[in-house]
């Protein structure tokens, strides 16, 4: 993530406060997180929100925010990756036209890719790049090969630990289209490996997951037991990363328009956040809840974070 510059006065206090907390056999941790900051009522619109407004945890204790900045301007790097189950029913093809529509929206500086989940890798259907026309131009309707996914959380790993881009300050979001059900294990299970692996994975790369549930081929995507596995996995990935699921019932939705246009909402309200916290001495990832007093507002934030020294966090 970006280094954020901050009036220097503020920083110092800030943490010469955190600091006097401290223990003696404990140091100064640090972390940042991609957060989103958007009005509870539609059509209304976010006010002025500081870092005084906001009461951080982690790890269970209270922690001192030292930035909080929002992602607009010369800020707003992002770098998106759509990332489809090549093992989803054909139908998913009707979403195509959405889909083009929802990337070409995207700001003309943003950098996108498309990568398909093929036996529990992200295969990548071109480079990041700011040519969204040619992002469109790489679409094609799933192969529908029951189980050819392998895991989705794989795929997730695999593209956590490869991520396409290289633009240190950029962040880094991923909507995934899937059932959510790893095929290795197709009951609910929340200490699921592959899921937990993921999860891991994707903190450390510092990536914002998202989700749209869409059934796959094969007849155990038929059960009503496999879907509501496979969604409360993806929920599992999403609230640990900071994103958000979208599901509409077992069944699936008829059109993705809704869930696009909150997905560009969300993109368009994100901020970056920075603390300083108790750090034991070696990078880890630490649970985080984050709560915001500002009215007619709410926050979604990674319940899972990347503490370490300074720069640790940073991509």
Same mark, same amino acid.
């Given at each position: 993530?970006?280094? #954020? $510059?901050?009036?220097?006065?503020?920083?110092?206090?800030?943490?010469? =406060?955190?600091?006097?907390?401290?223990?003696?056999?404990?140091?100064?941790?640090?972390?940042?997180?991609?957060?989103? &900051?958007?009005?509870?009522?539609?059509?209304?619109?976010?006010?002025? *929100?500081?870092?005084?407004? =906001?009461?951080?945890?982690?790890?269970?204790?209270?922690?001192?925010?030292?930035?909080?900045?929002?992602?607009?301007?010369?800020?707003?790097?992002?770098?998106?990756?759509? =990332?489809?189950?090549? !093992?989803?029913?054909? !139908?998913?093809?009707?979403?195509?036209?959405? &889909?083009?529509?929802?990337?070409? !929206?995207?700001?003309?500086?943003?950098?996108?890719?498309?990568?398909?989940?093929?036996?529990?890798?992200?295969?990548?259907?071109?480079?990041?790049?700011?040519?969204?026309?040619?992002?469109?131009?790489?679409?094609?309707?799933?192969?529908?090969?029951?189980?050819? $996914?392998?895991?989705?959380?794989?795929?997730? !790993?695999?593209?956590?630990?490869?991520?396409?881009?290289?633009?240190?300050?950029?962040?880094?979001? #991923? =909507?995934?289209?899937?059932?959510?059900?790893?095929?290795?294990?197709?009951?609910?299970?929340?200490?699921?490996?592959?899921?937990?692996?993921?999860?891991?994975?994707?903190?450390?790369?510092?990536?914002? *997951?998202?989700?749209?549930?869409?059934?796959?081929?094969?007849?155990?995507?038929?059960?009503?037991?496999?879907?509501?596995?496979?969604? $409360? @996995?993806?929920?599992?990935?999403?609230?640990?990363?900071?994103?958000?699921?979208?599901?509409?019932?077992?069944?699936?939705?008829?059109?993705? /328009?809704?869930?696009?246009?909150?997905?560009?909402?969300?993109?368009? $309200? /994100?901020?970056? @956040?920075?603390?300083?916290?108790?750090?034991?001495?070696?990078?880890?990832?630490?649970?985080?809840? @984050?709560? @915001?007093?500002?009215?007619?507002?709410?926050?979604?934030?990674? /319940?899972?974070?990347? *503490?370490?020294?300074?720069?640790?966090?940073?991509?």
């Amino acid at each position: 993530m970006r280094k #954020v $510059n901050v009036f220097a006065g503020f920083m110092a206090a800030t943490l010469m =406060l955190a600091a006097s907390s401290f223990g003696q056999d404990e140091k100064e941790g640090r972390g940042q997180a991609v957060v989103t &900051i958007v009005p509870k009522h539609a059509g209304d619109s976010v006010g002025s *929100v500081s870092a005084q407004d =906001l009461k951080l945890k982690v790890n269970g204790k209270d922690t001192a925010v030292t930035s909080l900045t929002p992602l607009r301007g010369s800020q707003d790097a992002l770098e998106l990756v759509v =990332l489809l189950d090549d !093992s989803s029913r054909a !139908s998913l093809g009707n979403q195509g036209n959405e &889909i083009a529509s929802f990337i070409q !929206s995207l700001p003309p500086t943003a950098r996108v890719a498309l990568v398909y989940m093929r036996f529990g890798r992200a295969v990548m259907a071109g480079p990041l790049t700011a040519d969204h026309s040619q992002v469109v131009r790489q679409l094609h309707i799933p192969a529908g090969s029951p189980g050819s $996914n392998g895991s989705p959380y794989f795929c997730i !790993s695999d593209l956590a630990k490869h991520w396409p881009g290289g633009d240190g300050a950029a962040r880094r979001e #991923v =909507l995934m289209v899937t059932d959510g059900v790893d095929e290795y294990d197709r009951r609910y299970d929340p200490d699921d490996p592959y899921v937990q692996a993921s999860v891991n994975d994707a903190v450390r790369a510092g990536l914002v *997951v998202y989700t749209i549930y869409f059934r796959g081929q094969g007849r155990a995507d038929n059960t009503r037991y496999a879907n509501d596995a496979g969604q $409360n @996995l993806m929920l599992q990935l999403t609230d640990a990363t900071g994103g958000r699921s979208f599901w509409e019932g077992f069944g699936n939705p008829v059109s993705f /328009q809704p869930y696009l246009d909150d997905l560009s909402r969300r993109l368009h $309200n /994100q901020y970056e @956040l920075s603390f300083v916290t108790r750090f034991s001495g070696k990078p880890a990832i630490e649970q985080m809840k @984050l709560k @915001l007093s500002t009215p007619g507002t709410q926050v979604d934030a990674p /319940q899972e974070v990347l *503490v370490g020294y300074a720069g640790i966090a940073e991509k």
